[in-house]
């Protein structure tokens, strides 16, 4: 495995498997990699010929009160899981060699980039999108790798590719969970064991509405109102939203005629955590 740490040795060391028609797979992560994470490593080894992982905190993602500064970072233990997984370059560049300090170039996703996580993180998806294009330019792979859990975040690289007609297929794994139904998450690592039995609400919300959609439910309203009312239980858990929205386009849906996502964010002591789940065939 090859650790490359500027833009130009990563665009060297693809260009040298491209060269002998290899398909590339990226799997773009922050790092604090966990079985999800390795989910869509395995996912991209089946698909490619060379695994690419970026490993990068990408701070344009994050707002000025967020968590950037103590977002969780275990590089050596996450090289030593893809080494393990058979990928073939970690890509792990500074801040400053994806961004200068003159940087004035964004790349936003009109309409979807303020929905979902989009309202309460203004901004958010902007920086994602950025990251991911850049990510897209310096890497060229034939296929990337993206978890379910960010749903949103999916939506909005699957119109970025499709609008800017980038020659990459995208690629979504499904949320791996715990047992008992977390979704796996880097952020879980800042829950204390009472926070952490508290998370589960996020998970019982969507299987409350999945439940009542499978009985005949329709109605988004009625499947929203039973779905926040797991919350009234977990007075420490404080919800973002609840939505049920289109797949694709993120707008809000009504009633339920075709493929729907119910998506919920809520913060959890100080941890905002993010779980999803599609309704419909």
């Given at each position: 495995?090859?650790?490359a740490?500027?833009?130009q040795?990563?665009r060297?060391?693809c260009r ?6 290899a398909?590339?797979g990226?799997v773009?992560t922050m790092?604090a990699?966990h079985?999800g994470?390795l ?11 060379v695994?690419?992982?970026s490993?990068?905190?990408n701070p344009?993602q994050?707002?000025?009160?967020e968590?950037?500064a103590?977002y969780p970072?275990?590089?050596e233990?996450?090289c ?10 970690v890509?792990a560049?500074?801040v ?6 003159e940087?004035?170039?964004w790349?936003?996703?009109?309409g979807l980039?303020e ?7 203004p901004?958010?998806?902007?920086g ?8 897209f330019h ?6 990337a ?10 939506a909005?690289i699957?119109?970025m ?6 020659p ?22 800042y ?8 998370a589960?609400?996020?998970?019982r919300s969507?299987?409350?509405?999945k439940t ?9 309203e009625?499947?929203?109102s ?7 239980d ?5 919800l973002?939203?609840f939505?049920i929205?289109?797949p694709?386009?993120?707008e ?5 005629t075709?493929?729907?996502l119910?998506a919920?964010?809520a ?8 779980d999803n789940?599609?309704l419909g065939p």
């Amino acid at each position: 495995m090859k650790t490359a740490r500027t833009i130009q040795e990563a665009r060297e060391l693809c260009r040298a498997h491209r060269a002998r028609q290899a398909r590339i797979g990226l799997v773009p992560t922050m790092g604090a990699l966990h079985e999800g994470h390795l989910a869509l490593v395995r996912a991209a080894r089946g698909k490619a010929d060379v695994v690419v992982v970026s490993i990068f905190v990408n701070p344009t993602q994050f707002g000025p009160n967020e968590d950037f500064a103590k977002y969780p970072r275990s590089f050596e233990r996450d090289c030593e899981l893809l080494e393990r997984e058979g990928v073939d370059i970690v890509f792990a560049p500074s801040v400053d060699e994806m961004y200068s300090s003159e940087n004035a170039t964004w790349v936003k996703v009109q309409g979807l980039s303020e929905r979902l996580c989009g309202k309460s993180r203004p901004g958010h998806f902007h920086g994602v999108a950025t990251v991911v294009s850049k990510l897209f330019h310096i890497i060229e792979p034939d296929f990337a790798f993206f978890g379910q859990k960010d749903a949103a975040q999916v939506a909005i690289i699957r119109r970025m590719v499709r609008d800017l007609n980038l020659p990459v297929t995208i690629e979504v794994c499904p949320i791996v969970r715990e047992a008992d139904g977390l979704a796996l998450s880097s952020r879980n690592a800042y829950l204390s064991p009472a926070e952490r039995n508290s998370a589960l609400v996020l998970y019982r919300s969507l299987q409350r509405a999945k439940t009542m959609f499978d009985a005949g439910e329709r109605s988004s309203e009625k499947l929203i109102s039973a779905a926040k009312k797991e919350f009234a239980d977990e007075p420490s858990v404080r919800l973002d939203y609840f939505e049920i929205v289109d797949p694709d386009t993120l707008e809000t849906q009504s009633v339920i005629t075709q493929r729907t996502l119910a998506a919920v964010a809520a913060f959890v002591g100080t941890t905002r955590l993010i779980d999803n789940i599609l309704l419909g065939p």
